[in-house]
Structure formats: C-alpha cells, structure tokens
C-alpha cells in the first residue's frame, strides 16, 4: 500500500490598506500563525495555528517554491 503524507504550508500576505492593525502574525521558527482579532479585549487570548510550514509578508514566490 502506498501511503500519502499532506503537508500543510502558509503565506501570509500584506494588507493593502493603510491605518490597519496587523492581526497575523508568523513565526517561521516555530511554524506558527497567531491570529488575534482586531477588537479583541485584553484578556481574551490569540489563536496559535501550527502549519508544516509558514511565510510571512517579506516571503517571495521563489522562496516558497523552493522550500516546499
């Protein structure tokens, strides 16, 4: 039997507006997206998503291409 293994990437990509609150954030070393909403209180914590692998804003299409 073969056996097919899914890899999971992401590339966050830059918001195009101007005068908005970064809400992602990516941790390549630790392959993490933290995703924290615009409204949130303080106390009401970020959601941490881990992915095979992660690129943020500062990524290019080559980069991912040869990483992956």
Partial sequence: D???NVRVVVR???IET???KP???VEKNNRT??????NSTNNEPAK?????????QDSSQ???????
Avoid: C, H, M, W
């Avoid at 941490?48 to 943020?56: C, I, L, S």
């Avoid at 980069?63 to 992956?68: G, K, P, V």
């Fill in 33 to 38: 997206i933290t995703v924290q909403k615009p």
């Fill in 2 to 4: 073969e056996i097919e």
């Fill in 12 to 14: 966050v990509r830059p």
């Fill in 18 to 20: 101007n005068n908005v």
């Fill in 23 to 25: 809400v992602v954030t």
């Fill in 48 to 56: 941490v998503y881990y992915f095979d692998n992660v690129f943020g």
């Fill in 62 to 68: 080559v980069s991912l291409l040869i990483a992956t």
